[in-house]
């Protein structure tokens, strides 16, 4: 998997971990499971891994976290799992392997499980 790849996942595991920690009750939750979430450690990870991902990525990945809440999706069945829409067989070429792909319909980030 391509490095900036793997990197928005984590950021996008790490958001979802954040509001988890931001809620009352999930944090009580949480935490009554033996799972305390420090939210201030979260928002520094977060930062930090931001701060790894190329510029032009990283921009346009904030971009797509104000418009959608997984701005990172899966293919799965040959269907980008943010809108449902048919992914191109080339998606999963050999030269395409390495590269950080775009659902050409809702411009999600998309990544093969």
Known sequence: M??????????QNL?????DAEDPEKARQLAEMGMPLDPAKIRQTIEEL???????????????????????VSVWE??????????PTGFDSASNRDKVKICETCGRILFQP
């Open 78 to 87: 040959g269907h980008c799992t943010g809108c449902f829409a048919n992914v």
């Open 50 to 72: 931001l701060q790894q991902v190329d510029q032009r990525q990283r921009q346009y990945y904030l971009r797509l976290r104000e418009r959608y809440d997984n701005p990172v």
């Open 2 to 11: 391509n490095r900036e790849l793997a990197l928005l996942i984590n950021i």
């Open 15 to 19: 958001e979802l971990q954040l509001r």
